[in-house]
């Protein structure tokens, strides 16, 4: 009876030393998962705020590109409008009148031994020559246009002029008259003066 006794003590210690173990190991095993867990949730929270970063990053890249976008179309337009007036223009131009005088600036020269049109400018005076350079887009080249000064002092000299050279300041509505071979110091004393087309005969 004795030995029933302390086989059964021995048995339920067994059982209580497993469930002891068991509770051990399972409360390892838990604890590891926590463990594991937070380490999860730290990385999520990381790739999380990079995910934010990143979306703030293309939210700000977004509203630049639409200003971008913005600034193009106004470009554009403006492009579409200057190349309407130039169209009208050359237009006008080409039916050898113009509805109304073009105001001009003008600048002189009085070197070159040859046009871009091919006119031989060397020893001629300006009234010989009566060529101006014009910007092509502007003025065609190779036509002939009637240029009047308001200016008492510049009035003579008025006259129609021939659009055979181009220069490399000459641009828009800038028009370069040729002041002869040699004028240096009337090409100087002229300076920049404005003046008006009153007429262009196309090519």
Same mark, same amino acid.
């Given at each position: ?7 059964? *003590?021995?048995?339920? @210690? $067994? =059982?209580?030393?497993? $469930? ?5 190991? &399972? ?25 934010? !970063?990143?979306?703030?990053?293309? #939210? /700000? ?23 309407? %007036? *130039? !169209? &009208? ?8 009148? =113009?509805? *109304?005088?073009?105001?001009?600036? +003008?600048?002189? %020269? +009085?070197?070159? %031994? ?6 031989? @400018? /060397? ?5 010989? /020559?009566? #060529? ?15 240029? /009047? ?18 220069? $490399? ?21 002229? $300076?920049?003066?404005s003046a008006r087309v009153l007429e262009i005969i196309a090519p």
């Open positions: 009876m004795l030995l029933m006794k302390k086989s059964l *003590r021995n048995v339920i @210690l $067994g =059982i209580a030393a497993t $469930g002891i173990l068991f509770g051990a190991n &399972s409360y390892l095993t838990i604890s590891k998962e926590l463990a594991n867990t937070k380490e999860i949730n730290k990385i999520s929270s990381v790739e999380i705020n990079n995910l934010n !970063e990143k979306n703030q990053q293309l #939210v /700000a890249l977004n509203e630049q590109l639409q200003a971008d976008k913005i600034l193009l179309q106004e470009q554009n337009a403006s492009l579409e409008e200057e190349i309407a %007036y *130039r !169209e &009208s223009r050359m237009n006008s131009v080409s039916r050898g009148s =113009i509805e *109304r005088s073009i105001s001009i600036e +003008c600048t002189a %020269y +009085c070197d070159g %031994y040859a046009t871009a049109s091919g006119d031989i @400018l /060397a020893g001629k005076s300006r009234e010989e /020559a009566m #060529v101006v350079a014009v910007d092509p887009d502007f003025i065609p080249l190779g036509s002939t246009l009637y240029i /009047a000064f308001d200016d008492p002092e510049w009035e003579h000299l008025s006259g129609y002029y021939k659009a055979s050279d181009t220069g $490399g300041a000459v641009a828009g509505n800038i028009v370069d008259i040729y002041m002869g071979d040699g004028a240096y110091s009337e090409s100087m004393s002229f $300076g920049r003066r």
